[in-house]
């Protein structure tokens, strides 16, 4: 299974948001300094976790990212799920009926893959949902909001 770079990164964005100083809010330019992704590409992820209810996007000239809600409840399948669907869809194109069809059946076989990508589709997700954010990081750290990530922008 691949799973998309944008993942790992809407992990660390919420990451970030969750230990920022005060929890003062973030622009997309700091978020994508401190990740050297382009502002661009970083836009679309943070438009997903917004949409999704993870960060909240706060207009102005104080304005920026912040989390909607406490890394305590967030989980990976949350990021994951955001920025990559709720599940990945394995459909059978009827390839094998096509292909065989000198007296066999092969509707089961096809049916017993789809089965099993189904189920390890579900295994995939559950194990995610083992995982919050807030594990991620020492409570202190993130439960105050004590690092200075714009102090480290360049």
């Known amino acids: 299974m691949v799973v998309n770079r944008c993942v790992e990164q809407g992990i660390y964005v919420v990451l970030l948001l969750s ?5 003062n809010p973030l622009r997309s330019t700091e978020i994508s300094a401190i990740l ?3 502002d661009s590409y970083l836009k679309k992820i943070l438009r997903k976790l917004v ?11 104080d304005g920026g990212f912040q989390l909607a809600r406490s890394i305590e409840e967030i989980t990976v399948y949350d990021v994951y799920s955001a920025l990559e669907g ?3 869809e ?5 390839i094998g009926g096509r292909i065989f069809v000198h007296g066999k059946d092969f509707s089961k076989g096809e049916e017993r893959v789809a089965s099993l990508f189904e189920s390890a589709n ?8 083992t995982l919050t954010i807030s594990e991620l990081a020492t409570r202190e750290l993130f439960l105050h909001g004590t690092v200075d990530f714009r102090a480290h922008i360049k």
């Open 36 to 38: 050297s992704v382009s």
């Open 51 to 61: 949409v999704s209810g993870i960060i909240a996007s706060n207009p102005g000239k």
């Open 19 to 23: 230990l920022e100083k005060d929890h």
């Open 86 to 88: 709720k599940q990945c």
């Open 90 to 94: 394995f459909k059978t194109t009827g």
């Open 122 to 129: 579900d295994a995939f997700c559950d194990k995610l949902r």
